[in-house]
């Protein structure tokens, strides 16, 4: 489609953006399997060839999408960063529950991006989805960070599980927030940690 006169031409970044957003919105609402090429064309308003020229095919969209938008939103790696030398929190240990209540506030502002991920979480169980990998390396990457992270947890209890565990949790309440938006997820969070770190074994540790 022509450009209108007088309009800005988009940079090639500008024009990647532009896909990305529009490729988030269509895989939430119809799945990798649903949306096509010609569907973010439309969208836009330009030719198919020219969404080919900026993303090559689908299966490299649907990685730009997980890496640009999913794998660069860390409200958990900015939480860890404060624990490091010269971090406000130098000295200190980070804690799990404090974590885990960052990726929910996180989360909670950015449905679309959840509803994305869940989506794609839920396709990728196929082991011939293109996303397949991608989910079986996330799952043993939040496990490792565990490891790398010197946690500060109350003695005797596993934290490693709990860990896995507290993101089980929220995955779970994610895909009950997104079928009922009516949820106040943060609020419904607050009662899931209640019995994840419960008083008084957490007390000094959230």
């Known amino acids: 489609m022509a450009s209108t006169k007088g309009t800005p031409r988009m940079s090639a970044e500008e024009r990647l953006e532009q896909i990305l957003d529009v490729a988030v919105r269509l895989i939430g609402e119809k ?118 992270t010197d946690w500060l947890v109350p003695d005797g209890v596993d934290g490693h599980l709990v860990y896995m565990l507290a993101y089980a949790a929220m995955y779970g309440l994610e895909g009950r927030w997104l079928a009922n938006p009516e949820i106040d997820y943060p609020a419904e969070w607050q009662r899931y940690a209640d019995y994840l770190f419960p008083s008084p074994t957490w007390d000094g540790y959230r």
């Open 31 to 148: 799945g990798y399997n649903g949306f096509s090429l010609q569907d973010v064309a439309s969208e836009i308003g330009v030719s198919q060839t020219a969404v080919i020229h900026r993303i090559l095919n689908k299966q490299n969209l649907l990685m730009l999408v997980l890496e640009r938008y999913y794998d660069n939103t860390g409200a958990a790696n900015d939480y860890l960063k404060q624990f490091q030398p010269g971090g406000a929190r130098e000295g200190d240990k980070p804690r799990i529950p404090e974590v885990m209540q960052v990726v929910v506030d996180q989360n909670s502002k950015q449905p679309e991006l959840v509803r994305l991920f869940e989506m794609l979480n839920t396709e990728a169980m196929s082991p011939d989805h293109p996303a397949h990998n991608y989910f079986v390396q996330r799952t043993k990457k939040i496990s490792g960070e565990y490891y790398d």
